[in-house]
């Protein structure tokens, strides 16, 4: 797996541009104006990773799989999305899947292109997203609280417990606050955040801004990251503009680009670290002759589940994992190095993969 992100935002605040930079396609129009993109759009990335590259080199794999990553762009929401205004609550539905979801804020001044509210403030703009996507929760919330009460009365344990989730979630959007505020217990965790409600996701902001701020950011974007520390959401800063140009240049061209505008790497890898790092993913790596790739999991996953990625057979037959630590791995020249050296260990099924573990499964079939 890698992770999906649903790109929402205002209309004309880059969204299409930036979806179409990062999945380096034309799928989704981007025009100055509304509602240019009428059908939910879905791109796949792989996810840039060096080390990847390092490891193929050192294995001579002949291909290099990536971990993927995909994105998915929603219309442009309006005030009243969630009433049906605009193209109205049915690109909301195409939200619930996404495991993260990213709020494109406009962070530029430009007078060509209109903003539907009349002025720049990127955190009036998150206000009107999420207000719309609380909306949405609150009336899905009640309708299904409605009907697991139906089944309640009949002693069914699962809507009882569905209605305590729903009332925690109740309570949170009736008070203009979004569902994942709500203070779970372990148990609760994996059947609140199956609800699939739309503010149960976490968040990132994408604060899109003008070539000159792509670097150190702006004012607004300034504005953006206090409030984002502030509630614990993530936060980066891009110029959908320089995304766009820097999709169609070669690697050698992109390296050239990036130095002439001060930037250390792209849009996209800072997106998804800071994805990574807000959903808490770790990459590790299966490394041979025929491929080099990189699989991820979820931080604290043990070597079954892990193996699991791969193939669920896997983690069925589960055995144990050879495993060596990716520095390890680079220090000594690879897998004979590392077990000439004692650096390979066999890792069992209480094991927690590290980020950059290279591991190869022993299972019964």
């Known amino acids: 797996m890698g992770f999906k992100c649903g790109i929402v935002g205002l209309p004309n605040v880059g969204k299409s541009t930036l979806f179409n930079a990062l999945t380096q396609t034309a799928q989704a129009e981007a025009a100055n104006y509304p509602f240019c993109t009428i059908e939910p759009n879905v791109g796949e990335v792989g996810v840039p990773d060096p080390r990847l590259d390092k490891l193929a080199a050192i294995a001579g794999s002949a291909q290099i799989i990536p971990t993927r990553l995909t994105f998915v762009d929603i219309a442009g929401l309006v005030r009243g999305a969630s009433t049906g205004e605009g193209l109205g609550n049915k690109f909301l539905a195409h939200i619930r899947e996404v495991d993260a979801v990213a709020y ?6 430009d007078d060509d292109v209109t903003h539907v509210e009349g002025k720049i403030d990127p955190l009036a703009d998150a206000e009107i997203v999420e207000t719309e996507l609380m909306l949405a929760d609150l009336d899905s919330c009640e309708k299904r609280r409605t009907a697991a009460e139906k ?4 002693g069914d344990k699962e809507a009882i417990a569905l209605i305590k989730l729903f009332d925690k979630a109740l309570e949170l ?8 505020a709500a203070k779970l217990t372990p148990e609760e965790e994996a059947p609140y955040q199956a609800l699939q409600l739309l503010t149960s996701k976490p968040v990132l902001y994408v604060c899109n801004v ?3 701020s792509a670097a150190t950011g702006n004012e607004y974007s300034k504005k953006v990251e206090a409030a984002a520390q502030k509630e614990g959401a993530g936060m980066v800063v891009i110029s959908a503009k320089i995304e766009a140009e820097f999709a169609g240049l070669s690697l050698d061209e992109r390296a050239e680009f990036l130095k002439d505008l001060g930037l250390e790497e792209a849009g996209l890898n800072k997106l998804i670290q800071a994805g990574y790092q807000l959903l808490g993913l770790r990459t590790y790596f299966t490394v041979g002759p025929k491929e ?25 037959g589960f055995i144990r994992a050879e495993t060596i630590a990716y520095d390890d791995y680079i220090a000594h020249n690879g897998e004979v190095g590392c077990k000439d050296a004692g650096k390979m260990r066999l890792e069992g099924k209480e094991y927690v993969v590290k980020d950059g573990d290279v591991m190869h499964f022993r299972f019964a079939n």
């Open 292 to 316: 080099a790739r990189a699989w991820t999991i979820t931080a604290g996953t043990k070597g079954p589940k892990a193996a699991g990625v791969i193939h669920t057979d896997f983690e069925k």
């Open 173 to 180: 959007l009736r008070e203009g606050k979004p569902a994942r």
């Open 210 to 212: 003008d070539e000159a």
């Open 151 to 154: 089944k309640a009365k009949g």
């Open 104 to 109: 494109v804020l406009r962070c530029f001044v």
